[in-house]
């Protein structure tokens, strides 16, 4: 059966890097056809909605996306954006990734946090007697995607129900005389059903991946219902899984431990907004943005994206400065998610063995500033190093 993937490059370096992951999946021989949706800022400035329903229908159709990035910004930066013809209708602007797990219910986010040995951006720790170590970090953070503190649900001078509600709960008493307009709102969100889900995928992966152990990352001793809710799923979850420890531990601790020690974490699972701080941190110690690849996975529909944002101010760029990696490994999660293992180890084989010989690398990699000066400096082209990783791809023989 050949596949159609969904392409939705989006704003900024998402139009960069988008193309590279496509020459990529090509070379190794993933036989797909592909299909453009728009999304992202120019839709919200053109049309008041930055997910288009035309979109929507192809993802519905296809059910498999690869996404770039797309530009967010607040709400008044974002009305004074919009089209004089469009203002005033009522549109108000929300971030599309967001909407599309929730739309299409993509409820579990995967975000493998691997060493790639030899890059310069890997985590080294200080050893008592002088000299340096450098551990082997290879942790897989699922994050709640759709609920938690990313819900959506909240208010500027909450309307009079809402504030009644409130008001029935004891520990808002100090709040109570607090002006509306003086006043936000935000609803943490847990249901059972999603918090079983998301633990019950992380140790469905931990087993068929050789992970020894999944820890819950949350603060049930302040956020006693939502973070206790989150444990008590994983417990339940662990039920069929007794060969994987189950461990907890509290996210500002886990923060910490993360820069100790991260070698000893293999699966971890969080909610919405936790999961995000976790896993921008731990990619921190596997060369940060540039290398952060992620899945959004629901029951129909998954979209495989780079974490990191649209980098506006590198979009211009000519020769394009920014590292491919990201978008290139989400690439390689979209294969794994089909079914096409032996594709997506070539590329990460490819990643992997460009990495560890050095020759070509991004500002990034080189830890210098960006900008255009980058190429004068010595560094590699966006183009140069996804042609590097071509030439070290070793496509596998499919019976
Ligand atoms: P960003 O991820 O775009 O950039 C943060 C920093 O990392 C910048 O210094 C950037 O140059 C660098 N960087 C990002 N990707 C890189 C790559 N592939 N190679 C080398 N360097 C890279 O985040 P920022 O600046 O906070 O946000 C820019 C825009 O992106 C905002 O409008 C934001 O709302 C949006 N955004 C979108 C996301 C998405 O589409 N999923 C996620 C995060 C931010
Ligand atoms: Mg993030």
């Not at 990201?326 to 998610?337: E, K, R, T, V, Y």
Request: a neutral charge; hydrophobic letters at 40%.
């Amino acid at each position: 059966m050949r596949r159609t993937v969904v392409t939705m490059p989006g704003d900024g370096i998402g139009k960069v890097v988008l193309p590279q992951a496509l020459r990529v999946l090509e070379a190794v021989g993933f036989e797909a056809n592909y299909v453009h949706a728009d999304i992202g800022w120019d839709c919200w400035t053109h049309e008041g909605n930055p997910l288009p329903d035309r979109t929507v229908q192809l993802l519905k159709e296809h059910k498999l996306g690869l996404f770039g990035a797309i530009t967010s910004k607040p709400k008044r930066e974002a009305e004074a954006e919009l089209a004089p013809q469009l203002r005033g209708q009522g549109f108000t602007y929300f971030s599309p990734i967001v909407a599309m797990r929730q739309l299409f219910d993509l409820d579990i986010c995967i975000r493998p946090c691997r060493t790639f040995p030899g890059n310069p951006l890997n985590f080294v720790r200080r050893q008592p007697g002088g000299g340096f170590e450098e551990p082997f970090v290879d942790a897989v953070v699922f994050r709640q995607n759709t609920e938690g503190l990313y819900s959506g649900i909240e208010w500027l001078d909450p309307p009079p129900p809402v504030r009644a509600a409130l008001a029935s709960h004891a520990k808002f008493k100090p709040f109570v005389n607090i002006p509306g307009e003086d006043l936000a709102v935000g609803c943490r969100v847990i249901t059972r059903a999603g918090a079983f889900r998301i633990a019950l995928a992380a140790f469905r992966y931990a087993r068929k991946h050789g992970y020894g152990s999944v820890t819950v990352c949350e603060k049930p001793n302040v956020l006693r219902d939502t973070s206790g809710m989150m444990e008590d799923e994983a417990r339940k979850a662990r039920e069929s899984y007794p060969e994987i420890d189950l461990r907890f531990t509290n996210i500002d601790a886990q923060m910490m431990w993360l820069t100790k020690d991260p070698e000893k974490y293999g699966v971890l699972v969080a909610s919405n907004l936790f999961g995000d701080i976790l896993s921008d941190a731990f990619a921190g110690l596997v060369g940060g943005l540039g290398f952060a690849c992620s899945g959004n996975v629901g029951a129909e529909v998954a979209v495989f994206e780079p974490t990191h944002g649209s980098a506006p101010k590198y979009e211009h760029l000519d020769p394009p400065i920014v590292n491919p990696i990201a978008m290139i490994l989400s690439a390689a999660m979209l294969l794994d998610h089909v079914g096409e293992n032996a594709r997506a180890n070539a590329i990460r084989d490819a990643v992997a063995a460009v990495v560890k010989e050095g020759k070509v690398r991004t500002y990034d990699m080189l830890r210098m500033p960006g900008g255009a000066e980058a190429i004068k400096r010595g560094a590699a082209t966006t183009t140069q190093l996804t042609d590097a990783i071509l030439q070290h791809l070793r496509v596998p023989v499919l019976a």
